[in-house]
């Protein structure tokens, strides 16, 4: 069936009325900035999920900074108020559009496994170990890219130097941040696992205690590591004293004895640390309905599976669909690109990635012929060949759903040039490691655990198992969507593997269904990854087409949240709309330089 034209005229936009009351701080502390989910105006755009890192962004535009330079500031910011997600302990994905060459770049900023990794790093007695036990750990814990990722995109990008898109971040972690509930929820999460580290519990668990919703809690180490990468630059890590401290935490984790946890030492190095180098390479890039849509190659597969996703859904008129067909589309689609992803996608440096066969057409083809609109694809979904494309046959192989930690952050930013800069950036788990550094303030990551720590189909090549200087593969899916050459939309998420469906579901949402930026991503969301249930949102299944979608076949489990996406898009008249949640962890930030309404 034809395929309609894309409906990219935004209908009306209401200004979102969802700005909460400012929190009464703790005397010499500063308010909670008002949070809104949409903003609408000129002079550039910030969408992220925390107010005072939002305002920090838009604070480096009004003082005639690129994109670039708000995304470092807003990122550093997030180091502060949303530790458990992102901080210079860990990696991410930097994806930029340049509004001068009209060109689409990328910095793989992913964390490296240690030259001491092997492929049964996480296998004792011939099983692997605990999982929980794998994750707060100096074994789990990869050389950081953020801070490397950060340097490298202000070189290129950027028109102020990292100790002034530092200064923000700096100023908030002295004076700073008053709680929210999301913050106090993630924290009681990690209690007992903080607990067993001094340097973590006294920085999250004030006097022992769950900080309260409210009271002002405040990171002068980390403050001062600001000012030291402030004054010496990023070699403080990569060559310096902060990498000593990381490398003894890695090595010789500061648990507490009395804890009586087994934590089990990882194998960095200092040449480690400066042997370390971010990966500058072309994005993936699909045309999706006349639209150039841009996103992360491997090692990330959030680009190859958004993008093989999208080829085999423009063969279906997802806009004059009923929303029961639409969703079913959407589920087999993401259900085929992660049966894909899990056999091919790896770390290219180690395996032969076949990144534009993926997303080639033929292969597209081969791979949407097996969805029916009257019954669903049996799980696990075999994967397809892509340098050898079989018609349409359907199949199921063994092995099991690769797991990934949930918690991540994105943001997205646009200035008034039309530069616009998508990142997702992360520690991995909630809380990463669970080990605060020392005297340094920040938490180490948990990113080696992305690793599958045994191959996930018996007797099949597995290109995601460990090995020396290595990254993880990620399901990151920063994307760019251009029109006529022109940025239309931005958009990313947290979620681990999630992360793919939900903005594969934004962007079907905003492109084919008509719906504005903020009400896709506020849209009840659903993730299938090649398993037998899908997981849904109470409001996904609240709603009718769910017991539709039941009839057909499909098998849900219900799960609290998924994702927390940002995006911004530019409107025909030049103005930006800054998206962000209504409700997810909170609520989101979206800010302008200078508001319409």
């Not at 209908?11 to 909460?20: E, K």
């Not at 990330?300 to 279906?316: D, F, H, P, W, Y």
Request: proline share 8%; net charge negative.
């Amino acid at each position: 069936m034809p395929a309609r034209p894309v409906r990219l005229t935004l209908g009306v936009i209401t200004a979102c009325a969802l700005v909460a009351p400012m929190a009464q701080a703790a005397p010499g502390g500063p308010p909670e900035p008002p949070k809104q989910a949409e903003a609408i105006g000129f002079g550039g755009a910030v969408s992220s999920v925390d107010p005072y890192a939002t305002q920090a962004g838009i604070e480096v535009l009004r003082r005639g900074g690129t994109a670039t330079d708000a995304a470092v500031a807003v990122a550093a910011a997030l180091g502060v108020t949303e530790p458990y997600s992102a901080g210079v302990g860990g990696g991410g994905f930097f994806v930029h559009y340049d509004a001068k060459t009209g060109a689409v770049e990328t910095i793989d900023g992913r964390e490296t496994a240690p030259a001491a990794a092997r492929e049964d790093m996480f296998v004792e007695s011939g099983k692997p170990i605990p999982f929980d036990q794998a994750v707060t750990s100096g074994l789990g814990v990869g050389v950081p890219g953020t801070l490397m990722t950060w340097q490298a995109a202000l070189d290129h990008w950027g028109n102020k130097d990292l100790a002034e898109v530092l200064r923000p971040a700096e100023q908030l972690a002295r004076k700073g941040f008053v709680v929210d509930e999301t913050f106090r929820q993630q924290t009681e999460e990690n209690q007992e696992r903080f607990s067993a580290f001094p340097a973590t519990r006294d920085l999250f668990l004030p006097g022992g205690k769950l900080p309260e919703v409210g009271s002002v809690l405040r990171n002068p180490d980390l403050a001062r590591t600001y000012r030291a990468l402030a004054t010496e630059g990023i070699r403080a890590l990569y060559n310096g004293e902060i990498g000593a401290d990381v490398v003894k935490a890695v090595n010789q984790p500061p648990a507490d004895p009395a804890a009586n946890r087994q934590v089990r030492p990882g194998g960095m190095t200092v040449d480690d640390l400066s042997d370390y180098r971010t990966n500058e390479q072309a994005p993936t890039h699909v045309t999706y309905r006349g639209l150039d849509v841009y996103g992360m190659a491997p090692v990330s597969s959030g680009g190859t599976t958004v993008g093989e996703a999208l080829k085999i859904l423009e063969r279906t008129d997802l806009a004059g669909a009923d929303k029961t067909a639409y969703l079913h589309r959407f589920l087999e689609s993401s259900k085929i690109g992660f049966a894909d992803r899990n056999r091919w996608v790896g770390d290219p440096e180690f395996n032969d990635v076949p990144t534009d066969e993926l997303l080639s057409e033929e292969f597209a083809a081969s791979r949407a012929c097996l969805i029916s609109d009257d019954a669903v694809l049996q799980t696990p979904v075999a994967a397809g060949d892509p340098r050898s494309p079989q018609g349409c046959q359907a199949g199921t192989s063994g092995g099991v759903e690769p797991y990934e930690g949930p918690n991540t952050t994105h943001l997205t930013v646009a200035d008034a040039q039309g530069n616009v800069v998508a990142y997702t950036l992360t520690i991995e788990q909630t809380g990463g490691s669970g080990i605060v550094v020392p005297g340094r303030g920040f938490l180490l990551n948990n990113e080696l655990t992305d690793f599958n720590f045994t191959p996930v189909t018996p007797g099949q090549p597995d290109p995601n198992l460990p090995g020396p200087g290595k990254r993880p593969r990620s399901s990151m899916s920063p994307t760019i969507v251009l029109q006529d050459g022109k940025p239309l939309l931005a958009a990313g998420s947290p979620g681990g593997a999630t992360i793919i469906t939900t903005v594969l579901q934004v962007l079907t949402g905003r492109l084919d269904r008509g719906l504005s930026l903020v009400d896709a991503i506020a849209e009840p969301r659903a993730s299938q990854r090649n398993a037998a249930q899908t997981e849904a949102e109470p409001g996904f299944l609240a709603q009718p087409e769910a017991d539709k979608l039941k009839a057909i076949g499909h098998q849900f489990r219900t799960t609290g949240e998924i994702g927390s996406a940002t995006g911004v898009e530019r409107l025909p008249d030049g103005r930006w709309v800054a998206a962000a949640e209504r409700e997810r962890r909170g609520g989101g930030a979206a800010a302008v330089v200078v508001p319409t309404r």
